[in-house]
């Protein structure tokens, strides 16, 4: 008996490894400077800012490089309910901005978009 039970949870382990490993979540660094959240983009050589602390600027300027790489996107949500930012500049190695980057920043009254900016998401300046 104590035979055929280890021998079942062996296999119980066994399976459970097999199939949880395609399912794995592959997180990603991020750093915080200036009250800005960088994120290491995928493909190694970009970063995305993909988020803010309460200390970022009511008149913000997004670095055009982060840590020599430049930074090529803002990710969905990043500055969503940032209620005290007022202006924002964005660079030109930026080419997309995420879905409701800027969503519900109700005192963001000037934002300086560059021709760079190919994709934008959907909401982004929705009750802005």
């Known amino acids: 008996m104590k035979k055929t039970l280890s021998v079942f949870l ?3 382990i066994a399976i459970g490894v097999c199939f949880s490993a395609p399912f794995t979540i592959k997180s990603r ?3 915080v400077v200036d009250g800005l959240t960088f994120e290491l983009n995928d493909d190694g050589k970009s970063y995305c800012v993909s988020g803010y602390t309460e200390s970022i600027s009511l008149e913000l300027v ?9 930074v090529t996107s803002i990710g969905s949500h990043a500055f969503e309910d940032c209620f005290a930012l007022t202006s ?3 660079p030109n190695s930026v080419t997309s901005i995420g879905d409701y980057a ?6 963001l ?3 300086t978009i560059p021709d760079s900016v190919t994709s934008v998401g959907a909401g982004d300046f929705y009750e802005c």
Do not use: W
């Not at 800027?102 to 005192?107: E, G, I, P, Q, R």
């Open 10 to 12: 062996s296999l119980i």
């Open 29 to 31: 660094a991020s750093t």
């Open 62 to 70: 997004i670095p055009s490089t982060y840590n020599d790489l430049p």
């Open 88 to 90: 924002v500049i964005i």
């Open 102 to 107: 800027f969503n519900s920043c109700v005192a």
């Open 109 to 111: 009254t000037n934002a």
